[in-house]
Each structure stands twice: as structure tokens, then as C-alpha cells.
């Protein structure tokens, strides 16, 4: 049954039907975009487009009502459950997100001696805004912490009982990943919220997570959540960051000041129809059963070493487990090497380092990463060739 609507929805992504010998295995770098993305971004180029904010004719009317029907879209698609009081800003993707938040809102929080906690093997957009900020404060007169959340090696989720220990009254802010870019397991936010109690402000980068499997903020219990349009099937250059404003100072969007991303903002409204109507859960039900797949099968090669999350399908929620991303290494082939190889077979994966921050692996290797579109089928076409290579 799952099967038949994988087929249906395949079938809507043109680039991928075009290209039957070639398996895209990069998602967590971009997603592929469905037709109904490509009709409405037609659509709004040949009917609508106007700038937003501004003009007082049909077009530039039906843009600005866009993008605050947008904005709705957004805190739907993330089931706030106080649309009323929480903001929605658009950006280009989750590096500005987390860069707005550090920039605009996080000093307005701070004061001096307080302490934030920051994430040392994250994505680099992850860590730099909030050093950044650091520095910045420190210019002004204001000396804040910086706790490094370490990680756990083994299971690449965060270091809980660490975290627990580390944070303190002063504690204001916790920077923390949903889904890991290079260990692909759901990280526990809930314990990162029984750690640091309920007055922290915790800041989500979910640019893994959203358009991938349902993400509640109300269930998550975090303040700020901040996604890659991109990667949940938009066009390039579009992201947003939902803020909920519960904690801390209000998050104040950018007006109408500058010219927001028109086309791109139509294209998230249809990205996120798309994916509620085929269902987040069933998304990850595919993809973390994929990944399942490809674990299994990497674990029966000796010559290859898989990194993070080690649970493919543990059906606890309080156990982390993998999501659609399986990073590994050959133990004998460089990995910028396995990437070229696996090109030539018709695998289009991500090889050798992953933007990770300055406590992550040193060593080079690959990622699969998954989206509604692969197929068990590229699984263990992946397997055959990387089995053939000792
Ligand atoms: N955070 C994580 C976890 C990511 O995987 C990525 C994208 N690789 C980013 C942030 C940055 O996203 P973007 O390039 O859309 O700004």
C-alpha cells in the first residue's frame, strides 16, 4: 500500500522520471520540487507577479495577501497552536534564518553573565551566528557564555546527561538540531527541555526535519523553528523562521522594507500543501525505511563503517532513531574518490566533509539522504555497487 503511493508521488517529480538510470541521493542538500511546485511558480510568473507590500492594483494586492496567507501556511504546517501570538519571517534558507535570530533578537535577550549553549559538531550555520553574537556583545560591554553541547559519539544524538550538568540558572538559550545533517538521527528535544527547564528559549534548526516528518511545536515545546524552503521541496532561496514568542523579548519580522522573495514564498505555500496532503508521517515512514534498508544492508560490508545514530527502526520514541540520512566510510577508498566512483554508476550522493562544526569528523565521508522520491529499488542498486568494492 505504501508502495503504490510512493509510485503516485514519484511520478509528480519530472526531474526524477526523467532520468531513470540516475538515483538522487543528495535531498539534504536540496530537494527536487514537484509539478504542482512547478505549475504554481508558472502560474504566479504569468498571472500575478508584483512586488509585495506596495502598489494598491490587483497584482501587487494578490502578492501581499500571498505572503501573509504564507506566513498562515507556515504556522498550519507546524500546527502551532497560537497562530495569533507567533511570528513568521521569511528568509533564504536556514543560515539566514539562525543568523536573523542571532543577529536582530538573541542581544536583546542577554545580559551580562548570562550563558548560551551552543552545539559543537552541528552545521556550521548552527554555531557561527551565535559566537558571532558573542563577539558582538562582548564589543558592547556584554560578557556572555558559551557552553559547547557535546555529542555522543556513538549514537550521534546530543550528550544529555552532559547537558543536564551544564546548564544552570543563567542558561537563557539553547541552540539545538532536530535532525542531524551527518548523523541522521531525531534528536531528543525533549530532554534538551527537561535539561534546561522551562524559562530557556530553545532554538530548533529543523532544515533536516521539515518536509520530512511531521514537526509539532506545539509537541516539541521549543521557541524558535527555523527551515530551508529548499529542502521541503520550494524553489531555491526560500526559508522561513517561526518564532513563538512565548519567552524572552518579541521577535519583530522584517516589514515591508525590502523586496521579499515573491515567487519563492508562492512556491513554499504549494511545497507545503504538497507534502500535508500526502502526509509528513507516511513520508518518514518511507524514508526511515529506507535508510533501515541501507544500514542493514552497509552493516553485512566489512569494508565500510557507518557514523551516528546505530537504531534504524526502533519503535520507542524515547530511543533515537534514524531518519532518511546514512552517512559511512569505506575504510580503504578516500571518500571524495567513493563519491566520483559512485557518480559513474549513477548515484548522485554528498562525499567528503559536510559544513560541520569544529567538533566533528575530521575524516571525510558519504551521504545518502532520502526524500519521498528514492525508492528501495536505488537502495539496493547503492548496495550491489558499494558491495563490489570490497
Ligand atoms: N542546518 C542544517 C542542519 C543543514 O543541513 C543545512 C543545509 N545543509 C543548513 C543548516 C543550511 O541550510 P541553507 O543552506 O538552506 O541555509
Not at 552532559?162 to 530532554?191: C, K, Q, S
Amino acid at each position: 500500500e505504501l508502495t503504490r503511493w510512493q509510485r503516485a508521488l514519484r511520478a509528480q517529480f519530472p526531474i526524477i522520471t526523467a532520468h531513470p538510470e540516475l538515483a538522487y541521493l543528495d535531498s539534504a542538500a536540496t530537494a527536487q520540487k514537484p509539478q504542482a511546485v512547478l505549475d504554481t511558480v508558472h502560474t504566479y510568473l504569468t498571472t500575478t507577479n508584483a512586488n509585495a507590500g506596495r502598489g494598491t492594483y490587483t497584482w501587487a494586492n494578490r502578492t501581499t495577501a500571498l505572503v501573509e496567507q504564507t506566513r498562515d501556511r507556515v504556522r498550519r504546517f507546524l500546527a502551532d497552536p497560537a497562530p495569533e501570538r507567533s511570528a513568521v519571517h521569511f528568509t533564504s534558507g536556514t543560515t539566514e534564518g539562525l543568523r536573523t535570530i542571532a543577529r536582530d533578537w538573541l542581544p536583546r535577550l542577554l545580559a551580562d553573565g548570562d550563558e548560551i549553549v551552543v552545539p559543537d559538531a552541528d552545521h556550521e550555520a548552527n554555531i557561527a551566528p551565535w559566537l558571532e553574537a558573542q563577539r558582538e556583545l562582548a564589543r558592547q560591554g556584554v560578557h556572555i557564555r558559551v557552553r559547547p553541547m557535546p555529542y555522543q559519539r556513538s549514537s550521534g544524538d546530543y550528550d544529555h546527561i552532559a547537558l543536564a550538568e551544564l546548564a544552570g540558572p543563567r542558561t537563557r538559550f539553547v541552540a539545538a538540531t532536530h535532525v542531524h545533517h551527518v548523523y541522521g538521527g531525531d534528536m531528543n528535544i525533549h530532554r534538551i527541555r527537561r535539561a534546561v527547564g522551562p524559562d530557556a528559549v530553545i532554538c530548533l534548526d529543523a532544515a533536516q526535519s521539515v518536509g520530512h516528518l511531521p514537526v509539532s511545536v506545539a509537541d516539541l515545546d521549543v521557541d524558535f523553528v527555523v527551515f530551508s524552503g529548499h529542502k521541503a521541496l520550494a524553489l531555491p532561496g526560500t526559508g522561513a523562521v517561526w518564532a513563538r514568542q512565548a519567552r524572552g523579548p518579541r521577535f519583530t519580522p522584517g516589514g515591508w522594507s525590502g523586496s521579499p522573495n515573491t515567487v519563492g514564498i508562492a512556491s513554499l505555500a504549494t511545497a507545503l500543501d504538497w507534502l500535508d496532503a500526502a502526509g509528513t508521517d507516511r513520508i518518514e515512514r518511507w524514508t526511515v525505511a529506507l535508510a533501515a534498508r541501507l544500514t542493514d544492508g552497509l552493516r553485512h560490508l566489512d569494508a565500510y563503517e557507518i557514523l551516528g545514530c546505530q537504531s534504524s527502526l526502533a519503535a520507542d520514541s524515547s530511543v533515537q532513531r534514524r531518519q532518511g540520512i546514512v552517512t559511512f566510510r569505506h575504510r580503504a577508498i578516500d571518500s571524495g574518490d567513493l563519491g566520483f566512483i559512485l557518480f559513474s554508476e549513477g548515484f548522485m550522493v554528498r562525499s567528503d566533509q559536510h559544513c560541520q562544526g569544529s567538533a566533528g569528523e575530521r575524516t571525510g565521508s558519504v551521504r545518502v539522504s532520502l526524500h519521498v522520491y528514492n525508492t528501495a529499488e536505488e537502495i539496493d542498486r547503492l548496495l550491489a555497487v558499494l558491495a563490489s568494492l570490497g
